[in-house]
């Protein structure tokens, strides 16, 4: 213990810096780093190696290399670079390879080196060719950034939604810049770069010229510079061996130190994290190290072999042929407890438990001290975080012992922390593996990443069971959780050709399940991606929504099948969907021949075409044979469609036709008659002027009467057999509508009225003319006497045939007609006639 | 008058969050994401607006489709450019799109979807406000508004618990209720776990019953809606209602106090309720005579305000009485209410066809005549071949002959048949059933099946016991069952099912009333097992009318909900009545 902070290196007075070893790397190379192009992704990602990179021969054994590693070493994948030059290589957000080609165009790779795609720069860097590349992150994703031979850059912010921009031109620039990199400020990427002694800063408007302030003179060019992870630092190396710190906005300058080597870097790189107390700069040369920051003094370090830096958001990993290192400063926690002779809480906590378990008395001294200074909840505290900045399990153990002993004397300490912290070790320990090769850390790139990334990660590198393991240990919900890297490991098993489409789905089928939130439309579409159609049909049979089938299925060409599947799911709009796909899919004759099978889908198409083809209407029914609808078709034809008498005589006389095909005799000679009376009407209207046309029958006898062409009316009655009993009350109505009352006394003693005579009272009383009516109540017969005697307000006679007719019915019915003082004498008679009756 | 609910009938879920939710939405999609100042209704004559922007708010409907693009290619003949944007409620149709695709404007429309599908028109109803739908489904055998009742349902039961008892009967209750439990299944842990509000649900086909929705209605909500025609909740009363010149727009639900007194009474009750009521204003007015100034200024402060508003309301409904019976005595009501009582016990039907070929002879009115067709039909299962063909010609003669048309529409819906031969008859029937036993073909619907189908009214009426033994005088004032909404002649078919399949929990010995009805693979029972319900929940029954329920069934189910100490809500795609019914099948002339 006591040698534990034997690998501290004090900066200046406050702050130290550590570098511990995070593996040994056995992946056995043969080439020395600075032989191959070299890239390493962050939040603890993988490596690529292009090997041989600049021979241009053609011979297969000497074709340039590229291997993708792990973290610790592990062999993830290796290919024979088959493409153009390549110039720079860099990992994307994503953990996808992309390798920048001399021409321009970049190349994807996934982490297992299986092709993804390729995008192109643009013509002008065609023409010029790469000269130099970088790959950097912003807010919005990866972005690549090129310097073309002709001196010029060219930007996309990101690669996923590419869009390039020509950065504006830098006057006078005649030969590559010294260095150059990528700022990100106010979510826009600006170029810096260094030409000679000068400084310049290009976005996308303008290019100019600025200044680092309190810069130390004689510089005569810039070797090498360096931005921060979260751009928010910049450090600029000079020939004269001086090192500028400052803000990337170049406003503020942070500090300045002077190494006194003029040789140039081979690599600078901030090593800082967020609240630093003292911000570093890492300078590598061949053969050393050096930790530059605020402090007369810097920390050097000897570097065996051929080292590479990658920076991270909390330090600095360092890796060569045979370790992996990483290099921070000293976490606070740590520090407070660590530090020698510290009598920080956590430091006096540790020590106490150390104490208790050697059974010694101490333990109860320093817990007392703690105490007495009412510390003891900070000491906690300070264990458990200090135990998330450690790498080594025992040494997190121990700490985390501490804060658990210490935790006893707290009455009331939220477990949570502890919990969480316990919790995230575990996770962070298993990824950290030699196996898996992700070694992250706790406080920063952990918890900046977010667990879900961290499954993502996982899944990325195939390590199914450890995410899932994971995912139930952290007892996340099943749908963020298990299910997702369950269908992201179904997605993966559809890629596996040599296994059959049977085995694949029911393999798949047995680990999902109906395990929430996994869908089955997505692995099948995967697999129709992979070209596996049968294995997608088979895999759509899982999925319980049959909604959700559609679309591949459409996509797949299994139009019919969609057809009956969105059918099933009851969604209309679904089935509509599909019908239209079918209609642009098939000929017409299969289509309709489809959709006869598919009552639902038909009358659904049928809807569809009433109001935007009426033709296609009409074929379907044609089709179907459907003569009774087709009828009713040109029926709705002769009075919407057609203006023309001729055309809607026509149209009537084709719906006639297939009403007797349909064995529809009534409606055939309906239709039949209207033709007649369209006709009839034409000529009416031709020969007296007036409206006939679109009346009905009906309408145009009574027009005819009541334009007084009796004769007509008559004649036309009988040629439409219109029944006596109508035509008694239509010209009754019209007639007294006219109020023709000699016309009408005439038409009733025509012949018997076939509706009896109460009628013709009705119509008169409704024309308020009493007089007239009268004249007909003798000749209504007996059952209905009484009531034409009440219409006419003669209460005494219906008194009077009421008690006649000995009818009780007909009796209340005049006196609930018998008004107070009036008809007083009628109601006593009335009530007189119903007491005699009773008696008898 | 007015019954009182009994001491422990539950409580009614409070729906106003529907209505809020629905205007929040509304607002939002109007004033936020589209900036309307103002409303237009959308005819079919050329907006006329000088604004940047038009939106249009809209059903999903093709005809609504051609409209718009008519606008936007007439605005573009014109060289004008606009922005316009279509709201669809309550969901955007892929075969709309396709439409404003091939008129060519779909790059000049951007679209929104507002899901709205349910409007509380009062403290027990919810209304889907979709009349098409009776039509979509019934005749053209469009499925698509089953989603949005899904849809609906889901709404209700996130809001207001699971429900544990689950009924219903008819092809389109069993659809909509199965794609509504895929609905929750999909989304499930959002109700599980909760208590359920709502102890039953009833989902019921108008189909099931045509024959209550086409009796003329003799309640007083019902009378009115047949009069004046109620929309969304309320009623234009015309000057001779309001007596002076203008019109006046009435809202009519439970908060209308006069109103929610008389809405459930059958009309000859209400007059004389009225009055006594008009008393009782009267003397709480004269009670002013003999106040010293305290009590006085207590009374104006407190009282007087709502004897106002009271007697404003009563001089209302006193004036649409007296509208309403001097329409009905100058069209014989009581004539054709005789007939229709006639036809519903199956007796005098000679009598009844004749007075039915007098009433089109007469051309008192087409949807009239066509009603009592209709009920004829149904009643009789189908019109012998004689008075089918004559019937339609009187038809044909007085109303025009494009009602051709409506002829086939209502053969094809089941409304107006011709008796067919025996044997033919049950030879398609079985084909019918063997197809509905068949998944694919169970989902086929029943509009074309419908020819084969017999209504059975008769036997399902002596079965369910629908037209009540009458001893003596039905006393309207103190009804004794459900048939007093039909002046004590016949318990509506409809609630009778319900109130049946309520007390037995089950189809359980209703098997034969279920054949009846066609519907024996359509009737369906779903319970949970778990008993998380309070009893006062499971005295609320949600009633879910496809198709549309009238108001002579919903007072009729309240007054059970108040004998049995149940509460009834009411969910119907539409309130309808026996014209809305007629309208929808009937073809008119563009």
New interface residues.
Partial sequence: MDCYTANWNPLGDSAFYRKYELYSMDWDLKEELRDCLVAAAPYGGPIALLRNPWRKEKAASVRPVLEIYSASGMPLASLLWKSGPVVSLGWSAEEELLCVQEDGVVLVYGLHGDFRRHFSMGNEVLQNRVLDARIFHTEFGSGVAILTGAHRFTLSANVGDLKLRRMPEVPGLQSAPSCWTTLCQDRVAHILLAVGPDLYLLDHAACSSVTPPGLAPGVSSFLQMAVSFTYRHLALFTDTGYIWMGTASLKEKLCEFNCNIRAPPKQMVWCSRPRSKERAVVVAWERRLMVVGDAPESIQFVLDEDSYLVPELDGVRIFSRSTHEFLHEVPVASEEIFKIASMAPGALLLEAQKEYEKESQKADEYLREIQELGQLTQAVQQCIEAAGHEHRPDMQKSLLRAASFGKCFLDRFPPDSFVRMCQDLRVLNAVRDYHIGIPLTYSHRYKQLTIQVLLDRLVLRRLYPLAIQICEYLRLPEVQGVSRILAHWACYKVQQKDVSDEDVARAINQKLGDT?GVSYSDIAARAYGCGRTELAIKLLEYEP?SGEQVPLLLKMKRSKLAL?KA??S?????V??VL?HLKNELNRGDFFMTLRNQ??AL??Y???CK??ELETLKDLYNQDDNH?ELG?FH??AS??AEERIEGRVAALQTAADAFYKAKNE??AK??E??MR?LRLQRRLEDELGGRFL?????DTVTTLILGGHNKRAEQLARD?R??D??LW??KL?ALADLEDWEELEKFSKSKKSP?GYLPFVEICMKQHNKYEAKKYTSRVGPEQKVKALLLVGDVAQAADVAIEHRNEAELSLVLSHCTGATDGATADKIQRARAQAQKK | MAFPHRPDAPELPDFSMLKRLARDQLIYLLEQQHEVDKLYKVESKPAVSSSEQLCFLVRPR??NM?YIANLVNADKLAGRTRKYKVIFSP?K???CE??LE?EGIYGDVSCDEWAFSLLPLDVDLLSMELPEFFRDYFL?????W??TV?QALHLLSTLYGPFPNCYGIGRCAK?SY??WR?LED?E?GETKGRRPEIGHIFLLDRDMDFVTALCSQVVYEGLVDDTFRIKCGSVDFGPEVTSSDKSLKVLLNAEDKVFNEIRNEHFSNVFGFLSQKARNLQAQYDRRRGMDIKQMKNFVSQELKGLKQEHRLLSLHIGACESIMKKKTKQDFQELIKTEHALLEGFNIRESTSYI??HI???VSPIESLRLMCLLSITENGLIPKDY?SL???Y???????H??TF?NLRRAGLLTEQAPGDTLTAVESKVSKLVTDK?AG???D??SSLAKRSNFRAISKKLNLIPRVDGEYDLKVPRDMAYVFSGAYVPLSCRIIEQVLERRSWQGLDEVVRLLNCSELAFTDMTKEDKASSESLRLILVVFLGGCTFSEISALRFLGREKGYRFIFLTTAVTNSARLMEAMS?V??
């Fill in positions: 929430p929504r009956s059918i099933e009851g969604d209309t709009d679904l509509f969907t239209l009552p639902m009358s659904l049928r809807q569809f109001y935007q009774q009713s029926i709705r009075y919407a009534f409606a309906a239709t008659d209207q009376l679109d009346l009905s029958l009906h439409f219109i029944p009993k109508r009350w239509l109505t509706i | 093709i005809k051609r969901q149709f892929y075969a396709m439409v091939e053209e055998g469009d499925q698509r089953i989603n899904a659809m199965e794609l895929k999909e499930d070929e007098e002879d007469r051309q063909r339609k010609t009187q044909l003669q007085s109303y025009g002959p494009e051709l048309l086939s694919a989902k086929i619907t509009a074309f073809e002339k563009a």
